[in-house]
Nanobody, 120 residues
Framework: QVQLVESGGGLVQPGGSLRLSCAAS????????MGWYRQAPGKQRELVAA???????NYADSVKGRFTISRDNAKNTVYLQMNSLKPEDTAVYYC??????????????WGQGTQVTVSS
């Protein structure tokens, strides 16, 4: 049974920081691309950041220079360090594990989400 459990969300003032964690079980963590997505009310879910099994990263333009994704394969955990938070970062943040086996065959797993609210 695959589980992705997020933690670290909460209420923070503009300019503040939070670190999200996502602990995975039931998968061979090291071979999956791990990502953080977010969904604000009334908006579509969007990719925030992703890190491949080899450690390559990519970020949404809106968070470049402020957010950092990292992974610890020994702990089966991926992190999202969020600095200089803005009200527009307010959303539910979801952890994703993705693996393409062959063309057209993929595995995707999601966590339950954690709320991040940036407000004064």
């Amino acid at each position: 049974q695959v589980q992705l459990v997020e933690s670290g969300g909460g209420l923070v003032q503009p300019g503040g920081s939070l670190r999200l964690s996502c602990a995975a079980s039931g998968i061979i963590f090291g071979i999956y691309t791990m990502g953080w997505y977010r969904q604000a009310p009334g908006k579509q879910r969007e990719l925030v950041a992703a890190i491949t099994s080899g450690g390559s990263t990519n970020y949404a333009d809106s968070v470049k220079g402020r957010f950092t994704i990292s992974r610890d394969n020994a702990k089966n955990t991926v992190y999202l360090q969020m600095n200089s938070l803005k009200p527009e970062d307010t959303a539910v943040y979801y952890c994703n594990a993705h693996k393409t086996v062959v063309a057209g065959v993929t595995y995707d797993y999601w966590g339950q989400g954690t709320q991040v609210t940036v407000s004064s």
